[in-house]
Protein backbone atom coordinates (compact mmCIF):
# COMPACT_ATOMS: atom_id res chain seq x y z
CA UNK A 1 0.00 0.00 0.00
CA UNK A 2 2.53 2.90 1.28
CA UNK A 3 6.25 2.13 0.40
CA UNK A 4 9.02 4.87 1.37
CA UNK A 5 12.24 3.96 0.37
CA UNK A 6 15.50 5.57 1.64
CA UNK A 7 13.81 9.21 1.74
CA UNK A 8 15.62 12.13 2.86
CA UNK A 9 14.22 15.92 3.05
CA UNK A 10 16.41 18.70 3.59
CA UNK A 11 15.94 22.59 3.89
CA UNK A 12 19.26 24.05 2.90
CA UNK A 13 22.13 22.54 5.31
CA UNK A 14 19.24 21.07 7.68
CA UNK A 15 18.44 17.30 7.21
CA UNK A 16 15.24 17.11 8.72
CA UNK A 17 14.65 13.43 7.46
CA UNK A 18 17.38 11.51 7.31
CA UNK A 19 17.08 7.81 4.92
CA UNK A 20 13.87 7.11 5.98
CA UNK A 21 12.50 3.80 4.93
CA UNK A 22 9.52 1.68 5.93
CA UNK A 23 5.94 -0.15 4.29
CA UNK A 24 2.60 -0.18 5.56
CA UNK A 25 0.36 -2.71 4.56
CA UNK A 26 -3.67 -1.91 3.69
CA UNK A 27 -5.59 -1.98 6.68
CA UNK A 28 -2.77 -0.80 9.38
CA UNK A 29 -3.10 1.17 11.82
CA UNK A 30 0.28 2.99 12.37
CA UNK A 31 1.34 5.69 14.81
CA UNK A 32 4.30 7.47 13.76
CA UNK A 33 5.97 8.73 17.07
CA UNK A 34 9.15 11.65 17.73
CA UNK A 35 9.72 14.60 19.68
CA UNK A 36 8.64 17.89 18.48
CA UNK A 37 10.67 18.70 15.42
CA UNK A 38 11.66 15.42 14.35
CA UNK A 39 10.89 14.71 11.22
CA UNK A 40 7.49 13.06 11.37
CA UNK A 41 5.56 15.94 9.53
CA UNK A 42 7.68 16.45 6.80
CA UNK A 43 7.72 12.19 6.34
CA UNK A 44 3.95 12.77 5.70
CA UNK A 45 4.26 15.50 3.43
CA UNK A 46 6.23 13.69 1.40
CA UNK A 47 3.85 10.44 1.29
CA UNK A 48 1.08 12.50 0.52
CA UNK A 49 2.51 14.70 -2.20
CA UNK A 50 2.92 18.03 -0.22
CA UNK A 51 7.01 17.65 -0.53
CA UNK A 52 9.23 16.35 -2.40
CA UNK A 53 12.06 13.94 -0.82
CA UNK A 54 15.45 15.35 -1.67
CA UNK A 55 16.50 11.73 -2.00
CA UNK A 56 14.88 8.41 -1.94
CA UNK A 57 11.25 7.58 -3.27
CA UNK A 58 7.48 7.26 -1.80
CA UNK A 59 5.31 5.08 -3.84
CA UNK A 60 1.39 4.50 -3.12
CA UNK A 61 0.40 1.38 -4.45
CA UNK A 62 2.58 1.57 -7.31
CA UNK A 63 1.92 5.46 -8.12
CA UNK A 64 4.83 8.12 -7.19
CA UNK A 65 3.23 11.56 -5.67
CA UNK A 66 5.22 13.11 -7.70
CA UNK A 67 4.54 11.87 -11.26
CA UNK A 68 1.40 10.76 -10.97
CA UNK A 69 -0.23 13.35 -8.43
CA UNK A 70 -3.95 12.80 -8.89
CA UNK A 71 -3.96 9.05 -8.45
CA UNK A 72 -2.29 9.00 -5.46
CA UNK A 73 -4.29 12.57 -4.02
CA UNK A 74 -7.44 10.83 -4.44
CA UNK A 75 -6.27 7.43 -2.66
CA UNK A 76 -5.10 9.91 0.61
CA UNK A 77 -7.12 11.56 3.12
CA UNK A 78 -4.88 14.10 4.86
CA UNK A 79 -6.23 16.05 8.35
CA UNK A 80 -3.20 18.66 9.55
CA UNK A 81 -2.49 19.47 13.12
CA UNK A 82 -4.84 22.58 12.47
CA UNK A 83 -7.78 21.87 10.18
CA UNK A 84 -7.75 24.34 7.15
CA UNK A 85 -11.51 25.18 7.44
CA UNK A 86 -13.57 28.55 6.77
CA UNK A 87 -14.32 29.68 9.67
CA UNK A 88 -17.27 32.04 8.40
CA UNK A 89 -19.62 29.25 7.06
CA UNK A 90 -22.05 27.22 7.58
CA UNK A 91 -20.49 22.83 8.48
CA UNK A 92 -23.10 22.24 5.62
CA UNK A 93 -21.66 24.77 2.96
CA UNK A 94 -18.34 23.95 3.97
CA UNK A 95 -18.61 19.95 3.10
CA UNK A 96 -20.87 20.73 -0.14
CA UNK A 97 -18.20 23.35 -1.30
CA UNK A 98 -15.33 20.80 -0.88
CA UNK A 99 -17.53 17.97 -1.86
CA UNK A 100 -17.96 19.81 -5.91
CA UNK A 101 -14.50 20.66 -6.11
CA UNK A 102 -13.71 16.76 -5.22
CA UNK A 103 -16.22 15.92 -8.13
CA UNK A 104 -18.23 14.52 -5.37
CA UNK A 105 -21.96 14.51 -4.68
CA UNK A 106 -22.81 16.17 -1.61
CA UNK A 107 -26.48 14.77 -1.52
CA UNK A 108 -25.33 11.27 -1.87
CA UNK A 109 -22.04 11.55 0.75
CA UNK A 110 -22.93 14.00 3.09
CA UNK A 111 -25.81 12.26 5.32
CA UNK A 112 -24.00 9.32 5.60
CA UNK A 113 -20.38 10.99 6.74
CA UNK A 114 -21.72 13.17 8.79
CA UNK A 115 -23.53 10.60 11.05
CA UNK A 116 -20.14 8.55 10.51
CA UNK A 117 -18.41 11.80 12.07
CA UNK A 118 -20.72 12.79 14.43
CA UNK A 119 -21.41 16.19 13.38
CA UNK A 120 -25.07 15.94 12.04
CA UNK A 121 -26.18 18.22 15.13
CA UNK A 122 -23.84 20.48 14.19
CA UNK A 123 -24.05 20.55 9.91
CA UNK A 124 -26.16 24.32 10.45
CA UNK A 125 -23.68 25.87 12.69
CA UNK A 126 -20.81 28.61 11.43
CA UNK A 127 -17.88 26.90 11.58
CA UNK A 128 -16.40 29.54 13.65
CA UNK A 129 -19.14 29.02 16.49
CA UNK A 130 -17.55 25.18 16.86
CA UNK A 131 -15.23 23.57 19.67
CA UNK A 132 -12.17 22.94 18.93
CA UNK A 133 -13.65 19.04 18.89
CA UNK A 134 -16.04 19.51 16.57
CA UNK A 135 -13.59 20.90 14.22
CA UNK A 136 -11.51 18.44 14.21
CA UNK A 137 -14.56 16.28 13.52
CA UNK A 138 -15.29 18.58 10.20
CA UNK A 139 -11.48 18.25 9.22
CA UNK A 140 -11.98 14.44 9.21
CA UNK A 141 -15.32 14.65 7.53
CA UNK A 142 -13.37 16.61 4.79
CA UNK A 143 -10.48 14.56 4.75
CA UNK A 144 -13.04 11.08 4.23
CA UNK A 145 -15.58 13.01 1.77
CA UNK A 146 -13.51 11.37 -1.40
CA UNK A 147 -13.68 8.14 0.02
CA UNK A 148 -9.98 7.53 0.63
CA UNK A 149 -8.26 4.35 1.09
CA UNK A 150 -5.42 5.78 3.32
CA UNK A 151 -6.04 8.25 5.74
CA UNK A 152 -3.23 10.67 7.50
CA UNK A 153 -3.51 12.47 10.62
CA UNK A 154 -1.55 14.80 12.57
CA UNK A 155 -2.14 15.14 15.91
CA UNK A 156 -5.68 14.53 15.50
CA UNK A 157 -6.31 14.85 19.05
CA UNK A 158 -3.86 18.00 19.81
CA UNK A 159 -5.65 20.79 22.10
CA UNK A 160 -8.73 18.51 22.80
CA UNK A 161 -9.95 18.82 26.53
CA UNK A 162 -10.27 14.90 27.81
CA UNK A 163 -13.24 14.30 26.77
CA UNK A 164 -13.32 15.69 23.25
CA UNK A 165 -10.21 13.04 22.71
CA UNK A 166 -12.17 10.39 23.61
CA UNK A 167 -14.58 11.01 21.49
CA UNK A 168 -11.95 11.45 18.58
CA UNK A 169 -10.05 8.47 19.57
CA UNK A 170 -13.02 6.48 19.05
CA UNK A 171 -14.23 7.91 15.81
CA UNK A 172 -10.34 7.51 14.19
CA UNK A 173 -10.86 3.33 15.74
CA UNK A 174 -14.00 2.98 14.25
CA UNK A 175 -12.48 4.72 10.51
CA UNK A 176 -9.99 2.20 11.12
CA UNK A 177 -11.36 -0.75 10.43
CA UNK A 178 -12.01 -0.22 7.12
CA UNK A 179 -8.61 1.84 5.96
CA UNK A 180 -5.17 2.40 6.40
CA UNK A 181 -4.26 5.09 8.86
CA UNK A 182 -1.24 6.85 9.78
CA UNK A 183 -1.21 8.80 13.23
CA UNK A 184 1.50 11.33 13.89
CA UNK A 185 1.63 12.36 17.51
CA UNK A 186 3.79 12.17 20.47
CA UNK A 187 0.68 11.37 22.63
CA UNK A 188 2.03 7.91 23.72
CA UNK A 189 -1.53 6.68 25.74
CA UNK A 190 -2.88 7.69 22.22
CA UNK A 191 -0.82 4.64 20.36
CA UNK A 192 -1.36 2.08 22.90
CA UNK A 193 -5.28 2.91 22.42
CA UNK A 194 -5.25 3.34 18.37
CA UNK A 195 -2.20 1.70 16.90
CA UNK A 196 -1.42 -1.97 15.55
CA UNK A 197 1.72 -0.78 15.06
CA UNK A 198 4.84 1.94 15.87
CA UNK A 199 7.24 3.75 14.30
CA UNK A 200 10.07 6.43 16.16
CA UNK A 201 11.47 9.10 14.42
CA UNK A 202 14.20 10.83 16.08
CA UNK A 203 16.41 13.07 14.61
CA UNK A 204 15.17 12.65 11.18
CA UNK A 205 15.79 8.94 11.48
CA UNK A 206 14.12 5.53 12.47
CA UNK A 207 15.41 4.38 15.75
CA UNK A 208 12.38 1.54 16.26
CA UNK A 209 9.37 0.06 13.96
CA UNK A 210 7.81 -2.86 16.00
CA UNK A 211 4.28 -4.04 16.34
CA UNK A 212 2.52 -1.97 19.50
CA UNK A 213 2.59 -5.06 21.59
CA UNK A 214 5.94 -6.01 21.29
CA UNK A 215 7.74 -2.38 21.49
CA UNK A 216 8.48 -2.78 25.08
CA UNK A 217 10.29 -6.33 24.64
CA UNK A 218 12.30 -5.21 21.41
CA UNK A 219 13.09 -1.91 22.53
CA UNK A 220 13.53 -2.27 26.34
CA UNK A 221 12.92 -4.11 28.78
CA UNK A 222 9.23 -5.65 29.71
CA UNK A 223 9.33 -5.24 33.75
CA UNK A 224 11.55 -4.56 36.48
CA UNK A 225 11.04 -5.93 39.59
CA UNK A 226 12.21 -4.89 42.97
CA UNK A 227 13.42 -7.55 45.64
CA UNK A 228 14.00 -6.55 49.17
CA UNK A 229 15.18 -10.02 51.40
CA UNK A 230 17.10 -10.66 54.66
CA UNK A 231 19.34 -13.67 55.86
CA UNK A 232 21.48 -13.34 52.36
CA UNK A 233 23.99 -10.61 50.70
CA UNK A 234 22.63 -8.56 47.46
CA UNK A 235 25.42 -10.18 45.52
CA UNK A 236 23.99 -13.89 46.60
CA UNK A 237 19.95 -12.93 45.88
CA UNK A 238 21.32 -11.89 42.33
CA UNK A 239 23.11 -14.97 42.38
CA UNK A 240 19.80 -16.44 42.97
CA UNK A 241 17.52 -15.19 40.68
CA UNK A 242 20.27 -14.92 37.95
CA UNK A 243 18.91 -18.27 35.78
CA UNK A 244 15.81 -17.68 36.23
CA UNK A 245 13.53 -17.84 32.62
CA UNK A 246 13.18 -14.18 31.97
CA UNK A 247 15.48 -12.56 34.13
CA UNK A 248 17.58 -10.59 31.76
CA UNK A 249 19.80 -9.03 34.63
CA UNK A 250 20.55 -8.10 37.93
CA UNK A 251 21.48 -4.85 39.86
CA UNK A 252 22.35 -4.13 43.29
CA UNK A 253 21.25 -1.24 45.02
CA UNK A 254 21.48 -0.07 48.59
CA UNK A 255 18.65 1.04 50.06
CA UNK A 256 19.01 1.54 53.60
CA UNK A 257 16.34 -0.11 54.29
CA UNK A 258 16.45 -2.71 57.76
CA UNK A 259 14.83 -5.66 59.29
CA UNK A 260 13.28 -6.05 62.39
CA UNK A 261 16.56 -6.68 63.72
CA UNK A 262 17.74 -3.81 62.45
CA UNK A 263 20.21 -5.35 60.02
CA UNK A 264 20.45 -3.67 56.37
CA UNK A 265 18.16 -5.52 53.94
CA UNK A 266 19.51 -7.08 50.59
CA UNK A 267 17.95 -5.02 47.63
CA UNK A 268 17.97 -5.81 44.01
CA UNK A 269 16.21 -4.86 40.75
CA UNK A 270 15.66 -7.38 38.23
CA UNK A 271 15.24 -6.64 34.54
CA UNK A 272 12.99 -8.82 33.04
CA UNK A 273 11.88 -9.72 29.49
CA UNK A 274 10.08 -12.09 27.25
CA UNK A 275 6.30 -11.39 28.74
CA UNK A 276 5.98 -14.44 31.48
CA UNK A 277 5.27 -13.46 35.55
CA UNK A 278 9.05 -14.68 37.35
CA UNK A 279 7.26 -13.77 40.48
CA UNK A 280 6.36 -17.54 41.62
CA UNK A 281 9.51 -18.21 40.63
CA UNK A 282 11.62 -15.52 42.57
CA UNK A 283 9.24 -16.72 45.51
CA UNK A 284 10.61 -20.52 44.68
CA UNK A 285 14.22 -19.07 45.05
CA UNK A 286 13.44 -17.42 48.25
CA UNK A 287 11.91 -19.95 49.92
CA UNK A 288 14.33 -22.74 49.15
CA UNK A 289 17.15 -21.08 50.26
CA UNK A 290 15.23 -20.07 53.70
CA UNK A 291 15.42 -16.44 52.74
CA UNK A 292 12.95 -13.85 54.78
CA UNK A 293 11.48 -11.55 51.75
CA UNK A 294 10.26 -8.67 52.58
CA UNK A 295 9.32 -7.33 49.44
CA UNK A 296 8.88 -8.29 45.66
CA UNK A 297 7.32 -5.68 43.46
CA UNK A 298 6.98 -6.10 39.88
CA UNK A 299 6.77 -2.33 37.16
CA UNK A 300 5.98 -2.89 33.97
CA UNK A 301 8.19 -0.84 31.65
CA UNK A 302 5.94 2.34 29.83
CA UNK A 303 5.92 3.04 26.57
CA UNK A 304 7.18 6.83 27.67
CA UNK A 305 10.30 5.00 29.11
CA UNK A 306 10.49 3.36 26.09
CA UNK A 307 9.86 6.14 23.86
CA UNK A 308 12.40 8.20 25.75
CA UNK A 309 15.48 5.95 26.31
CA UNK A 310 15.07 5.91 22.19
CA UNK A 311 14.91 9.49 21.69
CA UNK A 312 17.22 10.96 23.88
CA UNK A 313 20.16 8.45 23.45
CA UNK A 314 23.18 10.77 23.23
CA UNK A 315 21.65 13.35 24.29
CA UNK A 316 23.76 15.75 27.03
CA UNK A 317 22.55 15.06 30.61
Known amino acids: MIEVNHVSRSFGSFRAVDDVS??????????LLGPNGAGKTTTMRM????????????????????????????RIGYMPESAPLYGDMMVQEYLEYVSRVQGVDPDEKLPGLARECGIREVMHKN?????????????????????????ILDEPTSGLDP?????VRKLVKEIGRTRTVIISTHILSEVEMLCDRVIIISRGRIVADSPTAELRGRF????????AAAGCTAESLCEACADIDGVRSCTQTAS????TAGKPLATVILSVSGGRDVRPDI??????????LYEMSMQRTSLEDVFRSLTTEGDAS
Do not use: C, M, W
Not at 220 to 227: M, T
Not at 256 to 259: F, K, N, V, Y
Open 220 to 227: GEEAVVRI
Open 163 to 167: NQIIE
Open 47 to 74: ITGFLNPTEGSVLIDGADPQSDPRAVKH
Open 256 to 259: GEQD
Open 127 to 151: IAELSRGYRQRVGLAHALLHDPEIL
Open 283 to 292: FARIRDRNLV
Open 22 to 31: FSIRKGEIVG
